[in-house]
């Protein structure tokens, strides 16, 4: 009913630039919290940042200042603008949206893209 599709990960050396995407598509009456997490191999799966519907954001301490998250609520698109990359930012990276699917709805449910690679190289 819901789908993520993330879009823009690829490998870039270090000191470099990528923006990703994601786009939710489906059966959506309105998208509250989206949020990009990463999970390198062996590690587990950590928040990076997430943006509320009125634009109010949080980042985990390692990418502030480097990392900015935005979204479209036209577009149903959240982005992640990384900056500044380092080689411990590479790991699959994946969108996530919490999804109210009809007006009388109003229990959000969590939505996940199946990820895209960001590898910096050092």
């Known amino acids: 009913q819901v789908q993520l599709v993330e879009s823009g990960g690829g490998l870039v050396q270090a000191g470099g630039s990528l923006r990703l995407s994601c786009v939710a598509s489906?059966?959506?009456?309105?998208?509250?919290?989206m949020g990009w997490y990463r999970q390198a191999p062996g590690k587990q799966r950590e928040l990076v940042a997430t943006?509320?519907?009125?634009?109010?954001?949080n980042y985990t301490d390692s990418v502030k200042g480097r990392f900015t998250i935005s979204r479209d609520n036209v577009k149903n698109t959240v982005y992640l603008q990384m900056n500044s990359l380092k080689a411990e930012d590479t790991a699959v990276y994946y969108c996530?949206?919490?999804?109210?699917?009809?007006?009388?709805?109003?229990?959000?449910?969590?939505?996940w893209g199946q990820g895209t690679q960001v590898t910096v190289s050092s």
């Open positions: 996530n949206a919490a999804v109210q699917r009809a007006p009388w709805a109003s229990i959000r449910r969590d939505f």
């Open positions: 489906g059966r959506i009456f309105s998208i509250d919290d």
């Open positions: 943006i509320t519907r009125g634009d109010s954001t």
